[in-house]
C-alpha cells in the first residue's frame, strides 16, 4: 500500500516539476474522499535549497525518512552535475527493497546516475532524449511518451507529464477513484492519451472557458447517453458547426474523441469497482454494446476488457513488475 512519500529536495532543482510532487502527494483530500498520504520534503542537507528560479526551498528533515518510504520522488533539477552520493544511496535502496521510484522531466538523469535505469526503459523531456541515451546507453530511452514504468521506477516526461506519472501510480495503487479525485482536485484529466511530442504545443488541453466546463460535465454525468454534436451545441446555445470548432480549439480535441476517451476512463473505473458485466458497463458508459467498448479498450490501451479487470480489478497489477507505458495508440 502506498502511504508514505519522500519528495528529495535537490539544488538547482525546477519548482514545476517540485510541485507536481508535493500538489499530488502532499495535500489532504480525504475532505473529498480521497488519499491522505505520509509526505516528507527530504534534503542531503537540510536548509535553503536553491532552485533553478533564483528562489530557496528551505527543506527541514534530511535523508533519513526516504530509507523506509513506500515511494520516493525526484524532481527535475540542473542537467551536467554530479549527483550528491547520499542522494544515489537513498535511490538505490528504495530499489533494492522495492519501493516505488518517481522521477520527473530531466529527474530521470538522477535516478540514470544511481545506476537504477540500467537495463530498463526510461524516458524524460523530449528535448533531452538524446543527451540521455547519449550518457546512459544501457538504458533504453522512449522520446515519445508520457511515462514510462519498469518494475516500480516510473520515469515522467517533461513537466506537466510529472502529473500523468504521478497519477499513475496513484491509480495502480489506490484505483480509480483515488486517481480521479486528485486530478478533479488539481482541475487535470486524470489520464490523457498520447505521447509527448503531442503535448509540445497544447500541453495541457483543457477547457479554458466557463462555458465549455460546463457542457463537459454534463458530459460527463450523461456519458450514457446519446451525446451527439447537435444535441451538446444546443446546451452551449451555438450552431454545431460553431461547436465543433471551438471545442477542439478549447480542448485540443473532436467532441467524439474526447467523449470517448472518457467512457473509456469511466469504463476503466466500473471494471476495477465494480462486478457489472460487460454488457452493463458498455451500456452504462454508453458505449452501448461490449464489443463496441473491447474495440477502444484495444485502440487506446491495447488489452481488451476482461485482461484488464482481471489485472487491476481486485489491486493484482499494484506493486507488480510488468513494464508500462503509456504511449500513442
Not at 495503487?173 to 489520464?191: D, F, K, S, W
Not at 466546463?213 to 451555438?238: C, I, N, P, Q
Request: net charge negative.
Amino acid at each position: 500500500m502506498l502511504n508514505s512519500i519522500a519528495c528529495i529536495a535537490l539544488p538547482q532543482m525546477a519548482p514545476f516539476e517540485f510541485g507536481v510532487v508535493c500538489e499530488v502527494f502532499g495535500i489532504d483530500r480525504s475532505a473529498q474522499g480521497g488519499p491522505t498520504f505520509d509526505f516528507h520534503v527530504v534534503a542531503a542537507d537540510p536548509g535553503p535549497i536553491s532552485t533553478k528560479l533564483g528562489f530557496d526551498v528551505v527543506v527541514h528533515e534530511n535523508l533519513d525518512f526516504a530509507y523506509e518510504a513506500d515511494l520516493v520522488a525526484v524532481p527535475a533539477s540542473l542537467i551536467g552535475t554530479e549527483p550528491d552520493e547520499r542522494v544515489l544511496d537513498v535511490i538505490r535502496h528504495a530499489v533494492d527493497r522495492g519501493a516505488w521510484v518517481l522521477s520527473v522531466c530531466s529527474g530521470a538523469f538522477t535516478l540514470a546516475h544511481a545506476g537504477v535505469l540500467d537495463g530498463r526503459k526510461a524516458t524524460t523531456h523530449w528535448m533531452y532524449t538524446d543527451l540521455m541515451a547519449e550518457m546512459f546507453p544501457e538504458t533504453e530511452v522512449d522520446p515519445d511518451v508520457l511515462f514510462v514504468q519498469d518494475g516500480k521506477i516510473v520515469t515522467g516526461a517533461g513537466t506537466a507529464a510529472g502529473i500523468d506519472a504521478a497519477l499513475h501510480i496513484v491509480r495502480t495503487e489506490l484505483g480509480a477513484t483515488a486517481a480521479n479525485i486528485v486530478a478533479r482536485r488539481m482541475v487535470v484529466p486524470p489520464q490523457r492519451d498520447g505521447g509527448q511530442s503531442q503535448f509540445i504545443q497544447t500541453p495541457v488541453p483543457e477547457c479554458r472557458t466557463d462555458s465549455f466546463a460546463t457542457v463537459t460535465a454534463w458530459m460527463l454525468e450523461h456519458l450514457d447517453e446519446d451525446l451527439t454534436v447537435d444535441l451538446l451545441a444546443r446546451k452551449a446555445l451555438m450552431s454545431p458547426r460553431t461547436f465543433a470548432r471551438r471545442f477542439r480549439a478549447e480542448t485540443g480535441t473532436t467532441p467524439n474523441a474526447w467523449l470517448n476517451r472518457q467512457r473509456l476512463l469511466r469504463a476503466q473505473q466500473l471494471l476495477e469497482e465494480t462486478s457489472l458485466s460487460l454488457e452493463e458497463i458498455a451500456r452504462e458508459t454508453g458505449f452501448g454494446a461490449a464489443a463496441v467498448m473491447r474495440h477502444h479498450f484495444v485502440k487506446v490501451l491495447q488489452t481488451t476488457p476482461t485482461a484488464y479487470r482481471r489485472l487491476f480489478g481486485v489491486r493484482a497489477g499494484a506493486g507488480s513488475n510488468e513494464l508500462a507505458v503509456a504511449r500513442s495508440a
